[in-house]
């Protein structure tokens, strides 16, 4: 009987663990949004948000409910290639906090030589979706 306990309480352990393969897609997600950026495509880079009512993109300058919102936003925000710049990600910390849930925190910088630079942090909150990492919140500051 003890044994089987056991089993079921290692099971269970490595159920909410965090792999290197979650941190790696995870990784991937933002290198991909990285890249379809830095190439102009907005809605590639939106392709890794939940496309639901759902999402919420924080700002300074307040709260962007839903993915047809936030698509907005950022072609509003960034109406051509010379106002995207070129991207870069620096990511501090991702934390899978459960099989489906992870956090990940964040810099970005935008290099633009005629509009000038400009950059923050950023907290994501990523759920894993039919074996797919997606946004469901960003707080970009």
């Given at each position: 009987?003890?044994?089987?306990?056991?089993?079921?309480?290692?099971?269970?352990?490595?159920?909410?663990?965090?792999?290197?393969?979650?941190?790696?897609?995870?990784?991937?997600?933002?290198?991909?949004?990285?890249?379809?950026?830095?190439?102009?495509?907005?809605?590639?880079?939106?392709?890794?948000?939940?496309?639901?009512?759902?999402?919420?993109?924080?700002?300074?300058?307040?709260?962007?409910?839903?993915?047809?919102?936030?698509?907005?936003?950022?072609?509003s925000a960034y109406p051509n290639?010379?106002?995207?710049?070129?991207?870069?990600?620096?990511?501090?910390?991702?934390?899978?906090?459960?099989?489906?849930?992870?956090?990940?925190?964040?810099?970005?910088?935008?290099?633009?030589?005629?509009?000038?630079?400009?950059?923050?942090?950023?907290?994501?909150?990523?759920?894993?979706?039919?074996?797919?990492?997606?946004?469901?919140?960003?707080?970009?500051?």
């Amino acid at each position: 009987m003890f044994r089987k306990i056991l089993v079921f309480i290692l099971l269970s352990l490595k159920c909410f663990a965090q792999t290197p393969s979650d941190e790696n897609a995870i990784r991937q997600v933002l290198a991909e949004q990285n890249k379809r950026w830095n190439l102009g495509d907005i809605p590639g880079f939106m392709a890794y948000y939940h496309h639901s009512q759902d999402l919420k993109f924080i700002s300074k300058n307040g709260i962007t409910q839903g993915w047809d919102a936030t698509l907005a936003r950022y072609h509003s925000a960034y109406p051509n290639q010379e106002a995207m710049g070129q991207l870069k990600f620096d990511i501090l910390e991702v934390e899978v906090t459960a099989s489906k849930t992870a956090w990940v925190i964040g810099k970005w910088h935008l290099t633009r030589p005629k509009l000038g630079d400009i950059g923050g942090h950023f907290t994501l909150l990523l759920k894993k979706v039919k074996g797919q990492w997606l946004i469901f919140r960003d707080h970009t500051s």
